[in-house]
């Protein structure tokens, strides 16, 4: 009991910016995990498979990434809602929304799975996947898909969990997860010399244990969100807000992974060197950006929980905070891996090729990390009031927009590596400026919260 509520975080009295860190840090390591389930996949596969494994995993990064980043957004809404009910002590309501938020992830997780096995072949075509490569990313992909209800659930869990200000349950269900997934894979492997296929089956199962030990948790906690499942019934007005709030910031990931897709396309045409390099520098990039993911989501939830309380004044100090502390630790993170960028990408394959592409990537995309953080706190800040659509538009627009136009303009006329990878920051830095333009806008003019 003690050790449950020690878990808990007062958003809405004290100092801020130690509650930030430890709401934020736990959700980043969080972030890390997950990944660390894709890293690990990556360096099982190109020690002892082969370089065109890598490439198969790396060319369906894009692809996961686009169901999982709308998963995800629709979880954030969930967190959104629970996290605001909870700030004006609307506790029938925060049962009502828990619920309805659990049932939503399975229903999700379903039909998610059922269409990532109907689209698998007509994306590959779209990708114009190499032929020796689109037999292993196939069987990836489809073993893959098969654990999307388990990811899907995980999400929402944890999105239930971080609205009460309880980051470290997830970080601790996940981190046993990623041990066994580590051990799933070498397992597989190297004593079945099941290939790709295992590590694929390792990352699902593992899925699946992440899932479950949050559905216990939930199951027995003494708290307010302590799941209780007497009735399957979905309360619609909880629904209708967290799709209002979830769906567009499910769309702005999206948008981010789909312009990935576009520019996915264009690394596959130079060939399994960039494809293998690609990839390998993402399993580094991303665990990166779970830094700045973990403070975006603590400006969304302390912004949540203090809107839903009517204290707008503490509303933009957390969102503030949130950002002096995750610019710091960004650039210390940011300036140690450009400091070691050869001896990392290295971890995952020691080709001189892959390695001098690899290398390409990180400092196109880790050089100009602040900027992403800016864009994180700003959108998290906006989602927390419940303004979700703007930062989605302005992303479609800019983002997608803009890495579209150069795929088939500056890179059509340069078709090499580094020319790709300059598209990153400068889509970036313009989605930046709009996004401090509608913040400024929406926060002049929000007023305090109203429930029914």
Known sequence: MKLKISREIDMLNGSLWDKIILFALPLSFTGVMQQLFNTADVAVLGQFVGKNAIAAVGNNTAIVGLLVSLLMGLSLGANVVIAQFLGAKKLSHVRDAVRTAFLLSIILGVVFCAVAQIVVNPVFELLAVPASVAPMSEVYLRIYAAGLPFISVYNFESAIFRSKGDTQTPLIALALASLLN????????????????????????????????????????????????????????????????????????????????????????????????????????IN???????????????????????????????????????????????????????????????????????????????????????????????RGYGISLAPALITLVCVCGIRIVWVFTVFREIPTYAALMAVYGISWFVTMIFLLIAYRYYVKRVKVMEFK
């Open 288 to 382: 990166v950006f779970c830094l700045t993911m973990g403070f975006g989501q603590a400006a969304t939830t302390f912004v949540s929980q203090n809107y839903g309380a009517g204290n707008l004044l503490r509303c933009k100090q957390a969102t503030w905070t949130a950002f002096k502390i995750n610019a710091v630790l960004m650039l210390i993170l940011s300036t140690t891996i450009l400091y070691f960028d050869e001896v990392l990408v290295k971890l995952f394959n020691d080709d001189p090729e892959v390695v001098r592409l690899g290398v390409t990537r990180l400092w196109y995309i880790i050089a100009p990390e602040l900027i992403s953080v800016v864009m994180e706190i700003v959108s998290g800040a906006l």
């Open 182 to 285: 580590i051990s799933l894979n070498l397992l597989f492997v190297l004593q079945f010399d099941m290939g790709i296929g295992g590590v694929a089956w390792a990352t699902t199962i593992s899925n699946a244990v992440s899932a479950a030990i949050l559905f216990y948790e939930l199951l027995h906690s003494s708290g307010l969100v302590r799941l209780k499942l007497q009735t399957a019934e979905i309360d619609k007005p909880c629904l209708k807000e967290i799709v209002r709030i979830g769906l567009p910031a499910g769309i702005q990931g999206m948008v981010f992974s789909l312009s990935n897709l576009m520019i996915q396309t264009a690394i596959n045409t130079l060939g399994p060197d960039a494809m293998a390099a690609s990839a390998a520098a993402f399993t580094i990039e």
